[in-house]
């Protein structure tokens, strides 16, 4: 009797383990599968779970598989985009980055002329030049040496109305007609040796009132882009900004400044035995202890070059010359539809270490407000730029203009929202016979 109880109760429980069983593999058939995840450029990698792929170590992305419902994903919304306005990818994203970087602006620029320190040498009387100690452009003159004898009949009747009042003791109209010699060109030396000696000198020598380089400058001097007044400084003119890097570079056509034209070596047109008249200029004198340093800047840049603060200008050639101004005049310009600026700066030059004409870099450190990405989020195509903003499954290219660059991050300005998503790195959704076709937002 006990033998067949114990054979009922082992039959029992082989059948409800049996029913068991049966009960679970229902439930894990009717339940939710395991999703699978695959890489989007090797889809025969299929791993059971989130990983990298361990061919090109992207991330992996969930497959199409069948909801809790038992519906499958059978939408080709992403699959009909045409391949040149989409891409499908899995690769990371970033927000725009809103706030403050620290940028080094660096801008090209050449040495100029500081007009301010050239001087003219005029003929204060009228007469004949009987000896010339200055014949060459360039010529280095300083401050008091000879330049010139001349032979003025109005120098020669002055003088005889002084020896005429000395000699008949008109202290009063002695002192009048001193001060009329002095008018006249005559050191006051020159006075007391005629008041001394009692003899007209038929030659009166002329000095140097300034120090300088000699140079024949007219009022205007014709070039090939017009009449440039070379009183008036910098000469502006059109063409490519070559050597400007393109994230720093002007957003004129205007290239460097321009040298005024001043002539090169050679002989004076002025002449030994030449009349000249009262007022008359016979040449300037170019004086270079203190030159500019001359660059463009963009609007958006002005507020960093504002008039007295200190830029850092170094010689592009020498490393080791440099030396820290203070900004002294902006000066806009208009030209072609665009605004720009000539920023300039006064040099000290009392060595003549500075050669005109000598090109330089200017920067100067700045803290910048804008909206940031990183360089690798963007492709250049041509003269534009192009990120992938992410939606829904994929990517669609749009342009943005770019404002400022600090180091590795580009400030796009109001090109897009503070808060979009779009892909860290655009090179990885382009191939090397793919086309973009961008959308401006």
């Given at each position: 009797?006990?033998?067949?109880?114990n054979?009922?109760?082992?039959?029992?429980?082989?059948?409800?383990?049996?029913?068991?069983?049966?009960?679970q593999?229902?439930?894990l058939s009717s339940?939710?599968?395991v999703?699978?995840y695959t890489?989007?450029m090797?889809?025969?990698?299929?791993?059971?779970?989130p990983?990298?792929c361990?061919i090109c170590k992207m991330?992996l992305?969930p497959?199409?598989?069948?909801?809790s419902?038992g519906?499958a994903?059978?939408?080709?919304?992403?699959?009909?985009k045409p391949?040149?306005e989409l891409v499908?990818?899995g690769i990371?994203t970033?927000?725009?980055?809103?706030?403050?970087k620290?940028?080094?602006?660096?801008?090209k620029g050449?040495?100029n002329y500081?007009t301010?320190?050239?001087?003219s040498?005029?003929?204060?009387?009228?007469?004949?030049?009987?000896?010339l100690?200055v014949k060459?452009?360039?010529?280095?003159v300083?401050?008091?040496?000879?330049?010139?004898?001349i032979?003025?009949p109005?120098?020669?009747?002055?003088q005889?109305?002084?020896?005429f009042l000395?000699?008949n003791?008109?202290p009063?109209?002695?002192?009048?007609a001193k001060?009329?010699?002095?008018?006249l060109?005559l050191s006051l030396?020159?006075i007391n040796r005629?008041?001394?000696?009692?003899?007209?000198?038929?030659?009166i020598?002329?000095?140097?009132?300034y120090s300088?380089y000699?140079a024949e400058?007219?009022?205007?001097?014709?070039?090939?882009?017009?009449?440039?007044?070379?009183?008036?400084?910098t000469?502006?003119s059109?063409?490519s900004a070559g050597?400007m890097?393109s994230?720093?570079a002007?957003?004129s056509?205007a290239t460097?400044?321009?040298?005024p034209d001043?002539?090169?070596g050679g002989?004076?047109?002025?002449?030994?035995?030449q009349?000249?008249?009262a007022?008359?200029?016979?040449?300037?004198l170019?004086?270079?202890?203190q030159?500019?340093a001359?660059f463009?800047?963009?609007?958006?840049?002005?507020q960093?070059?504002?008039?007295?603060k200190?830029?850092l200008?170094?010689s592009i050639d020498l490393a080791?010359?440099?030396?820290?101004v203070?900004?002294s005049l902006i000066?806009?310009?208009?030209s072609?539809?665009?605004?720009?600026?000539?920023i300039?700066?006064?040099?000290p030059?009392?060595?003549k270490s500075?050669?005109?004409?000598q090109l330089?870099?200017v920067?100067?450190?700045?803290?910048?407000?804008g909206?940031?990405?990183?360089?690798?989020?963007?492709?250049q195509?041509?003269t534009q730029?192009?990120?992938f903003?992410?939606?829904?499954?994929?990517?669609?290219?749009?342009?943005?203009?770019?404002?400022?660059?600090a180091?590795?991050?580009?400030?796009?300005?109001?090109?897009?929202?503070?808060?979009?998503e779009?892909?860290?790195n655009?090179?990885?959704?382009?191939?090397?016979?793919?086309?973009?076709k961008?959308?401006?937002?």
């Amino acid at each position: 009797m006990r033998r067949i109880l114990n054979v009922k109760i082992a039959y029992f429980l082989i059948i409800g383990s049996f029913l068991l069983s049966c009960n679970q593999d229902k439930k894990l058939s009717s339940g939710s599968q395991v999703q699978k995840y695959t890489c989007p450029m090797h889809p025969q990698i299929v791993k059971d779970g989130p990983g990298t792929c361990p061919i090109c170590k992207m991330d992996l992305v969930p497959l199409h598989t069948a909801d809790s419902h038992g519906a499958a994903d059978t939408s080709l919304n992403s699959l009909v985009k045409p391949s040149n306005e989409l891409v499908i990818s899995g690769i990371k994203t970033i927000r725009v980055e809103k706030g403050l970087k620290k940028s080094e602006i660096v801008l090209k620029g050449i040495i100029n002329y500081n007009t301010n320190n050239w001087r003219s040498v005029s003929a204060r009387v009228s007469g004949r030049i009987e000896k010339l100690y200055v014949k060459y452009n360039y010529e280095r003159v300083s401050k008091g040496q000879k330049i010139m004898e001349i032979y003025s009949p109005d120098l020669a009747n002055a003088q005889q109305e002084l020896l005429f009042l000395k000699n008949n003791n008109e202290p009063a109209l002695l002192e009048s007609a001193k001060r009329k010699l002095l008018l006249l060109g005559l050191s006051l030396t020159q006075i007391n040796r005629v008041l001394s000696t009692g003899r007209l000198e038929d030659r009166i020598a002329v000095y140097s009132p300034y120090s300088g380089y000699v140079a024949e400058l007219g009022l205007n001097t014709p070039t090939s882009s017009g009449m440039v007044n070379q009183a008036g400084g910098t000469r502006i003119s059109s063409g490519s900004a070559g050597g400007m890097s393109s994230m720093n570079a002007t957003a004129s056509s205007a290239t460097l400044p321009e040298i005024p034209d001043i002539p090169a070596g050679g002989s004076l047109q002025i002449r030994e035995g030449q009349y000249i008249n009262a007022g008359q200029k016979l040449f300037d004198l170019i004086n270079t202890d203190q030159v500019w340093a001359e660059f463009f800047a963009r609007p958006d840049q002005l507020q960093e070059f504002k008039p007295g603060k200190r830029v850092l200008v170094q010689s592009i050639d020498l490393a080791d010359q440099r030396s820290e101004v203070a900004v002294s005049l902006i000066q806009p310009y208009f030209s072609n539809g665009i605004n720009y600026s000539l920023i300039r700066a006064n040099m000290p030059n009392s060595t003549k270490s500075w050669k005109v004409g000598q090109l330089i870099s200017v920067s100067r450190d700045a803290a910048i407000e804008g909206n940031w990405l990183p360089a690798t989020a963007l492709v250049q195509v041509g003269t534009q730029y192009v990120v992938f903003i992410k939606k829904d499954k994929g990517f669609i290219p749009v342009f943005v203009k770019l404002k400022h660059r600090a180091d590795q991050w580009i400030d796009i300005g109001e090109s897009l929202e503070p808060d979009t998503e779009l892909a860290i790195n655009a090179w990885f959704l382009i191939d090397s016979e793919g086309f973009i076709k961008a959308k401006r937002l």
